[in-house]
């Protein structure tokens, strides 16, 4: 049962968390929807436990009490006239509250759509845009959130759907119901990117497609009775929602939660999880988990007197570009509490493949390739310097591991053709745990997912014997931080700006000498006063700070720069190439 944050607090030092065993047979990949593995997992007595930003304990929610008020809030839902099919929109706090609704719109037979929370950028009108642009997308017939954050998101739902905190929700009356039965072919929930907010992109994605992604994830990382989850990922992410929500029910595993806020103010908590409740810690995070943590600790600290991270089995990483120095350097701070870096266990996906497309072997950590950069710019072969006779500057690529059972990667050139090893190409997947599409969006659809079923990342790559290596991206999205943004996104807040306008901007994701991946735009300029330049490139900052939360490197470029595609079209992949090839250059540079 749920009980309410003041009894929870009051209560917190005799709560005990979910056990490490569930106390009935381990089952992986045996049932077709989610609501039937919830069902079975509910017949045991492991669970999900929520943490305060200082791990302590605040609420122990056994899958027996997800699923019990998961089924009397399907009644709310029916009651007040839903329809299979209809979509429910949901602000995705990590709580019990919305782990109950995200199933009670299942067990309704409605869709679920998990949306983001506040950041603590862009303020509240951007949030408000966002919500409400995602909202038009989806179509819902309700949107249910945190009480606290009723006025926002009731503002983004105005004209569009009815709004209720969870209290409210709670209130409704709940009368006896049949519920249907899930069908395994059906759309089971909708997944926005984190950072749609003018162009929302919504994945659909059906009961048998997550399930077989997370028979896979269970496979390949050979989770087993005695793992213990560990996270603090948000829950409107691909890899928080599938990764650590849905897939550990499906295995009968308990997890330890902490809000991604209260990680974003005492990072370390999340290690204190890790290091305080028994089993083999299986926990995952983008780069950037891993750099804070790193960055938190001093040589003044007893690192080995305050954590044990010898029971971390998988630290998994993703969602981003993974960095081999932030790797190394989260092992030299915390070898001496037990860390192993064979924990490290990189992987790729996308939302598109529901998670997961990838993992490397257990117990490998990381291992790399080391390219010339030029090499990495578009096609071309993943060995040995391009130009001998210049200074050569290497990137590492990570192993990104061998595809999930049930998966085929591919490699192809811009004709098509399939390429052989370390030839550097788009990457394709085809095979079991592929979105159903875009919702209501057959366009968008249609340029990625071929009638055949091969679905284009729209990320550039190459193999080895297998093995994916991820060199950047074809595509448009930038990815920050585990963080999708649309570059449409970015050009349109500059377009606000006076004196551009649509086609003047181009924006794309580069690596900066340091490693790290970064925001850039190229702005076609008018003017030749250096000083309104100067004005213009701070402006420009500025305005994509606001709207992304980025900080971006900004280049001004004459007019009629920007190349385009035979149809006219701004082509930001094409920019991108000629920019880092030195065939843009900026009037910094040419002055």
Same mark, same amino acid.
């Given at each position: 049962?749920?009980?309410?944050?003041?009894?929870?607090?009051?209560?917190?030092?005799?709560?005990?968390?979910?056990?490490?065993? %569930?106390?009935? +047979?381990?089952?992986?990949?045996?049932?077709?929807?989610?609501?039937?593995?919830?069902?079975?997992?509910?017949?045991?007595?492991?669970?999900?436990?929520?943490?305060?930003?200082?791990?302590? #304990?605040?609420?122990?929610?056994?899958?027996?009490?997800?699923? /019990?008020? =998961?089924?009397?809030?399907?009644?709310?839902?029916?009651?007040?006239?839903?329809?299979?099919?209809?979509?429910?929109?949901?602000?995705?706090?990590?709580?019990?509250?919305?782990?109950?609704?995200?199933?009670?719109?299942?067990?309704?037979?409605?869709?679920?759509?998990?949306?983001?929370?506040?950041?603590?950028?862009?303020?509240?009108?951007?949030?408000?845009?966002?919500?409400?642009?995602?909202?038009?997308?989806?179509?819902?017939?309700?949107?249910?959130?945190?009480?606290?954050? &009723?006025?926002?998101?009731?503002?983004?739902?105005?004209?569009?759907?009815?709004?209720?905190?969870?209290?409210?929700?709670?209130?409704? +009356?709940?009368?006896?119901?049949?519920?249907?039965? /899930? *069908?395994?072919?059906?759309?089971?929930?909708?997944?926005?990117?984190?950072?749609?907010?003018?162009?929302?992109?919504?994945?659909?994605?059906?009961?048998?497609?997550?399930?077989?992604?997370? =028979?896979?994830? =269970?496979?390949?990382?050979?989770?087993?009775?005695?793992?213990?989850?560990?996270?603090?990922?948000?829950?409107?992410?691909?890899?928080?929602?599938?990764?650590?929500?849905?897939?550990?029910?499906?295995?009968?595993?308990?997890?330890?939660?902490?809000?991604?806020?209260?990680?974003?103010?005492?990072?370390?908590?999340?290690?204190?999880?890790?290091?305080?409740?028994?089993?083999?810690?299986?926990?995952?995070? +983008?780069?950037?988990?891993?750099?804070?943590?790193?960055?938190?600790v001093s040589t003044q600290t007893d690192v080995a007197g305050r954590f044990d991270l010898s029971r971390w089995k998988i630290a998994g990483n993703g969602a981003d570009m993974i960095r081999p120095d932030i790797c190394q350097a989260f092992?030299?701070?915390?070898?001496?509490?037990?860390? $192993?870096?064979?924990?490290?266990?990189?992987?790729?996906?996308?939302?598109?493949?529901?998670?997961?497309?990838?993992?490397?072997?257990?117990?490998?950590?990381?291992?790399?390739? #080391?390219?010339?950069?030029?090499?990495?710019?578009?096609?071309?072969?993943?060995?040995?310097?391009?130009?001998?006779?210049?200074?050569?500057?290497?990137?590492?690529?990570?192993?990104?591991?061998?595809?999930?059972?049930?998966?085929?990667?591919?490699? $192809?050139?811009?004709?098509?053709?399939?390429?052989?090893? $370390?030839?550097?190409?788009?990457?394709?997947? &085809?095979?079991?745990?592929?979105?159903?599409?875009?919702?209501?969006?057959?366009? !968008?659809?249609?340029?990625?997912?071929?009638?055949?079923?091969?679905?284009?990342?729209?990320?550039?790559?190459?193999?080895? *014997?297998?093995?994916?290596?991820?060199?950047?991206?074809?595509?448009?999205?930038?990815?920050?931080?585990?963080?999708?943004?649309?570059?449409?996104?970015?050009?349109?807040?500059?377009?606000?700006?006076?004196?551009? &306008?649509?086609? *003047?901007? !181009?924006?794309? %994701?580069?690596?900066?000498?340091?490693?790290?991946?970064? +925001?850039?735009?190229?702005?076609?300029?008018?003017?030749?006063?250096?000083?309104?330049?100067?004005?213009?490139?701070?402006?420009?900052?500025?305005?994509?700070? =606001?709207?992304?939360?980025?900080?971006?490197?900004?280049?001004?470029?004459?007019?009629?720069?920007?190349?385009?595609?035979?149809?006219?079209?701004? %082509?930001?992949? &094409?920019?991108?190439?000629?920019?880092?090839?030195?065939?843009?250059?900026?009037?910094?540079?040419?002055?």
């Open positions: 049962m749920i009980v309410d944050d003041a009894t929870a607090v009051a209560g917190s030092a005799s709560l005990t968390p979910t056990p490490l065993l %569930s106390g009935i +047979p381990f089952v992986s990949g045996r049932y077709e929807t989610l609501t039937e593995a919830l069902d079975y997992a509910a017949t045991g007595a492991t669970g999900f436990n929520f943490y305060d930003a200082r791990a302590n #304990l605040v609420r122990v929610y056994p899958f027996a009490d997800l699923a /019990a008020d =998961a089924r009397r809030d399907a009644l709310r839902l029916i009651a007040r006239g839903v329809q299979p099919g209809d979509r429910v929109a949901l602000i995705a706090e990590t709580g019990a509250e919305f782990a109950a609704a995200f199933f009670a719109a299942l067990y309704a037979g409605v869709l679920p759509v998990p949306l983001p929370l506040p950041t603590s950028f862009g303020g509240r009108q951007a949030y408000v845009e966002q919500i409400r642009v995602q909202l038009t997308s989806c179509d819902p017939v309700l949107v249910l959130g945190p009480d606290s954050l &009723k006025p926002l998101f009731a503002e983004a739902a105005d004209g569009l759907a009815p709004a209720l905190g969870w209290a409210e929700f709670a209130a409704l +009356p709940a009368p006896a119901l049949a519920l249907p039965k /899930a *069908d395994p072919n059906a759309i089971a929930y909708l997944q926005y990117s984190s950072g749609s907010t003018r162009f929302p992109h919504g994945v659909a994605v059906t009961h048998r497609a997550v399930m077989a992604n997370l =028979a896979g994830h =269970a496979h390949s990382m050979k989770i087993a009775p005695g793992d213990r989850g560990v996270s603090w990922l948000p829950w409107y992410h691909d890899m928080g929602l599938v990764g650590t929500f849905l897939s550990p029910m499906a295995v009968q595993m308990s997890v330890d939660f902490i809000a991604t806020d209260d990680f974003a103010r005492r990072p370390l908590s999340w290690l204190t999880l890790i290091s305080r409740n028994p089993g083999n810690s299986l926990s995952y995070s +983008p780069t950037f988990g891993y750099d804070i943590c790193a960055r938190r092992v030299d701070a915390f070898a001496p509490a037990g860390f $192993r870096a064979e924990a490290f266990t990189p992987s790729y996906g996308l939302a598109e493949a529901t998670l997961a497309v990838s993992v490397a072997p257990f117990g490998q950590g990381i291992v790399c390739d #080391l390219i010339d950069e030029k090499r990495l710019a578009g096609e071309g072969f993943a060995d040995g310097p391009s130009d001998t006779s210049k200074p050569v500057r290497y990137r590492a690529i990570v192993d990104c591991g061998v595809a999930l059972p049930g998966l085929i990667i591919e490699i $192809r050139d811009s004709a098509g053709k399939v390429l052989g090893d $370390r030839q550097i190409g788009r990457v394709l997947v &085809k095979g079991l745990g592929l979105m159903e599409g875009y919702f209501r969006d057959p366009e !968008a659809t249609a340029a990625c997912l071929s009638p055949d079923g091969w679905l284009d990342t729209g990320d550039m790559g190459y193999l080895v *014997d297998g093995h994916i290596f991820i060199v950047g991206r074809a595509k448009d999205m930038i990815i920050l931080n585990g963080k999708n943004h649309w570059p449409q996104d970015i050009e349109w807040a500059i377009e606000q700006l006076e004196g551009f &306008k649509a086609g *003047d901007i !181009a924006a794309f %994701s580069i690596t900066t000498p340091q490693g790290e991946e970064a +925001p850039a735009v190229l702005v076609q300029c008018r003017t030749t006063d250096l000083e309104e330049r100067a004005r213009l490139k701070d402006a420009i900052r500025q305005k994509v700070r =606001a709207i992304t939360g980025m900080n971006c490197v900004v280049e001004l470029v004459p007019p009629r720069t920007l190349p385009r595609t035979s149809s006219g079209k701004l %082509s930001r992949v &094409k920019a991108r190439q000629l920019y880092l090839a030195g065939e843009i250059v900026p009037f910094d540079v040419a002055a």
